[in-house]
């Protein structure tokens, strides 16, 4: 309950404050909206992630998670379903994150938290023949679920990776040899895991990488994580959209920004 509070006294002043397209003046940045925030166009693998999603949801199979995460360590079972229902992004993260490789056009993805596959499925099938993805899972038993769900779409460029990110990160990053594009950071809400995995990651950026990180307010520790991450002297630009935060490290980007952002129909009277 406390994180929930927190969530949504943060939320009522980050709408307040949310710009829109219209009102940003950077012609990047209003590429970015349109392309990413803004798009609304369907695509066919979309229909097919979202039934595996059902069917996982109304699956009665129980798993053994390993938990090294915010949880603490240890192990519990837990029902499928309810794994997909909680940890697994929304239709609209995906979309998103979709979209984010459709316009970046990465050839190297990493992502640290694959749970069940979802959003890998939604990362690795914006460019199936042209991008390689290195997705971390600290639970096997997701791993294994994540790894049926790859082969059922046929997307053979990703590599999965089970364990704990302190040990598998970097054999990742080595079997991927090229700098990264593209990272999604989704599988440990401890601001300190956050930050040391940014760090670690940061080494093999370059400048036109993208960093995007989920439940940027999922608690306050999460929350001065990111204000951390805004800071770091070699991020020129952040955008916020309150669940995803993006981080950009363009030097052309003279002055340091930090923009609000929500989709054109949130605030339909900010048109203009």
Not at 69 to 81: D, Q
Not at 116 to 135: C, D, E, F, K, P
Not at 140 to 159: F, I, K, P
Request: net charge positive.
């Amino acid at each position: 309950m406390t994180n929930f509070l927190f969530r949504l006294r943060r939320f009522a002043g980050f709408y307040r404050a949310a710009l829109t397209r219209y009102q940003l003046h950077s012609p990047f940045v209003f590429e970015w909206a349109v392309s990413v925030l803004d798009d609304r166009r369907w695509y066919y693998p979309f229909r097919d992630i979202e039934a595996l999603r059902a069917k996982m949801k109304a699956s009665p199979t129980v798993i053994e998670l390993e938990d090294f995460g915010a949880r603490g360590p240890g192990r519990r079972k837990a029902r499928l379903a309810r794994i997909v229902d909680r940890s697994a992004v929304s239709p609209a993260m995906g979309r998103m994150l979709f979209r984010t490789v459709n316009w970046l056009r990465p050839t190297t993805i990493l992502e640290l938290g694959a749970s069940s596959g979802i959003s890998t499925m939604y990362l690795a099938s914006a460019a199936a023949q042209s991008v390689r993805v290195a997705s971390l899972e600290g639970s096997l038993a997701l791993t294994q679920v994540a790894e049926v769900n790859l082969t059922v779409l046929r997307l053979g460029n990703v590599q999965l990776y089970g364990g704990p990110f302190d040990q598998v990160l970097e054999p990742a990053l080595q079997a991927l040899g090229a700098p990264l594009d593209l990272v999604f950071f989704d599988g440990d809400h401890r601001g300190d895991a956050t930050l040391r995995y940014f760090e670690k990651c940061l080494a093999r950026a370059h400048d036109r990488s993208v960093f995007v990180f989920d439940d940027l307010y999922w608690s306050a520790d999460m929350a001065e994580a990111w204000a951390r991450i805004k800071q770091h002297p070699k991020v020129t630009l952040t955008l916020d959209t309150f669940h995803l935060g993006f981080v950009f490290f363009n030097p052309d980007f003279k002055e340091k920004q930090h923009l609000q952002v929500v989709p054109a129909r949130w605030k339909p009277w900010k048109v203009f």
